[in-house]
């Protein structure tokens, strides 16, 4: 039976900042940020967004009445989380209306942890072929003001729905996984920003990606040959690219080339959007898919999945036939395009406009905010949504 991706959607919030500004406010050579880290716009999320309302928004516009009835499991991958406890997957599940016996939950490990999910999905279909999955991977990225990670930050979600005989990607059986305990990057629980060891994270996750594809090689007797695109999770998109061309050196050029090609439709979305942490591998696949003009049903894609601290898996997929047709581009250009972009001074007042830890009662005005699904404050500790699509 196949199993894999059936649709998939995403949301980013309506304003962002132009990398090339805050180059200049930092006072740094803009093609530092816009060739070296290969990043144009950063996404940045009003107070009216957070984790769960950007998953749901993410979701809304994809789901039929038949999914909603159908999806009976649905995993939320993040970590930018709002409650220790509370898996944000109840939240998003009562704000779509999604059935009651669904099993609800929430999964971490840094930015891997949506894979993960998948992987669970596809056991939960084999043993229940008639259901589906939702997936939600959502993140605000966040490293403080002026630090080195800053021009790696974004916010954004992406939903996909698992199930049986899938419209876009059939997962395939193998795939290849590490861990191993490292400390490239983390966020104690007392702390809001991300604390990272920049250069070592970017050895850590080439290293990971290097020993997988030679562990999946071995496994399958694949070559580059096998596959149409290799994609990565991309926290920035020079950090896929570095990744991909550490294993090219010996590939014959036709190859290369491909897989270079294929890379660059592939980081589209995220040198746009930023860094969405869980959800970033899963942006880029769709970058790839509603972006190309030349991968046919059949082709293979290789999705590279790295969680800091760390996590590492290979995977891979089949492109399945008429995939185009089960795609979300229109919906997607059109949220992209009305995006408004903001000053470097307005995105500083917005990131230093929190509400502080432990406030009970706030009101948020989201009037402003053009999402269907916003977050709009909080009475007596307990977060307060509206869905003013329904
Ligand atoms: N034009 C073009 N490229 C330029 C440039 C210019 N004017 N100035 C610098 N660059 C290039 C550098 O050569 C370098 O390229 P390379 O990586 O191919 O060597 C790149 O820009 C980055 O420069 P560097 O001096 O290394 O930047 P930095 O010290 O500010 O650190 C990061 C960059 C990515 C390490 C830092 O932003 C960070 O820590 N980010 C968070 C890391 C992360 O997300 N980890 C994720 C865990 S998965």
New binding site residues.
């Given amino acids: 039976m196949k199993i894999g991706i059936d649709k998939i959607g995403f949301y980013a919030p309506d304003m962002y900042v132009d990398t090339e500004d805050l180059a200049h406010a930092r006072g740094v050579?803009p093609?530092?940020f816009t060739?070296?880290?290969g990043q144009e716009k950063m996404a940045v999320a009003p107070k009216t967004q957070d984790a769960v309302t950007l998953a749901a928004n993410a979701a809304n516009n994809i789901l039929t009445k038949e999914d909603i009835e159908s999806i009976d499991y649905i995993i939320f991958a993040t970590e930018t989380g709002i409650d220790h406890s509370k898996a944000a997957a109840i939240y998003v599940q009562r704000l779509l209306g999604l059935n009651d016996y669904a099993r609800s939950i929430e999964v971490k490990q840094a930015?891997y942890s949506a894979t993960a999910g998948v992987q669970m999905a596809r056991g939960h279909i084999a043993l229940n072929p008639d259901s589906k999955v939702l997936i939600l991977a959502s993140d605000i990225s966040r490293y403080g003001l002026k630090t080195?990670?800053e021009?790696?930050q974004g916010a954004g979600a992406v939903a996909m729905v698992i199930s049986a005989d899938p419209h876009v990607l059939a997962i395939e059986e193998t795939s290849v996984y590490k861990t191993e305990d490292a400390m490239?990057?983390w966020r104690p629980l007392y702390s809001d920003y991300a604390y990272?060891q920049?250069?070592f994270?970017?050895d850590q996750?080439i290293n990971f990606f290097q020993d997988l594809l030679d562990r999946y090689k071995e496994k399958t007797n694949r070559t580059f040959k096998d596959f149409s695109s290799i994609l990565f999770h991309l926290?920035?998109t020079?950090m896929g690219l570095?990744a991909l061309k550490s294993t090219l050196e010996h590939a014959d050029e036709e190859d290369r080339e491909r897989l270079l090609t294929n890379f660059d439709v592939s980081k589209r979305y995220n040198a746009i959007v930023g860094?969405i942490y869980t959800g970033s591998l899963y942006l880029s696949l769709l970058s790839l898919l509603e972006r190309n003009t030349t991968i046919n049903e059949g082709e293979r894609v290789g999705l590279f999945s790295?969680g800091?601290g760390s996590v590492g898996e290979f995977l891979t997929g089949i492109v399945q036939p008429n995939y185009k047709d089960h795609l979300f581009t229109d919906q997607h250009d059109a949220m992209l395009n009305k995006r408004q972009k903001i000053s470097v001074e307005q995105y500083e007042e917005m990131y230093e406009d929190k509400i502080p830890a432990g406030e009970g009662n706030v009101e948020l005005d989201a009037s402003n905010d053009p999402a269907p699904i916003r977050f709009t404050g909080i009475k007596e500790h307990m977060r307060q949504y509206e869905n003013v699509s329904i």
Avoid: A, L, M
Wanted: glycine share 20%.
């Fill in positions: 050579e093609g530092k060739v070296g880290i930015c080195g990670g021009i790696t490239d990057f990272v920049g250069k994270s970017v996750y926290p920035y020079k570095k860094n790295y800091s």
